[in-house]
Nanobody, 119 residues
Framework: QVQLVESGGGLVQAGGSLRLSCAAS????????IGWHRQAPGKQRELVAT???????IYADSVKGRFTISRDNAKNTVTLQMNSLKPEDTAVYYC?????????????WGQGTQVTVSS
């Protein structure tokens, strides 16, 4: 199993920056995909950015050029640097990890961290 703990959310004005961190523990060797999703009130949870097998990155079109995801394997952390924030980025941000070990797949979520961008 994998445990995920997010930190770094908060309130920021439009145009500002925030940095989210996700600390993974447990069977981190089995993580194939790790990244961030978000859910705004009344909306479905959506992918923000993810790292696949430690190399490939995928970003939502809405955050390309503004957000950067990175992974530190030595510290078992994944970071989302968010710049040029917009009010529409307001949401609860969740760290997500997908694992595969001995043919068994897992899907894990953190508890979420609130990001609020004021106009």
């Amino acid at each position: 199993q994998v445990q995920l703990v997010e930190s770094g959310g908060g309130l920021v004005q439009a145009g500002g920056s925030l940095r989210l961190s996700c600390a993974a523990s447990g069977s981190t060797f089995s993580i194939n995909v790790i990244g961030w999703h978000r859910q705004a009130p009344g909306k479905q949870r959506e992918l923000v950015a993810t790292i696949i097998r430690g190399t490939s990155t995928i970003y939502a079109d809405s955050v390309k050029g503004r957000f950067t995801i990175s992974r530190d394997n030595a510290k078992n952390t994944v970071t989302l640097q968010m710049n040029s924030l917009k009010p529409e980025d307001t949401a609860v941000y969740y760290c997500n990890a997908r694992t595969s070990s001995f043919g068994v797949a897992g899907n894990y979520w953190g508890q979420g961290t609130q990001v609020t961008v004021s106009s």
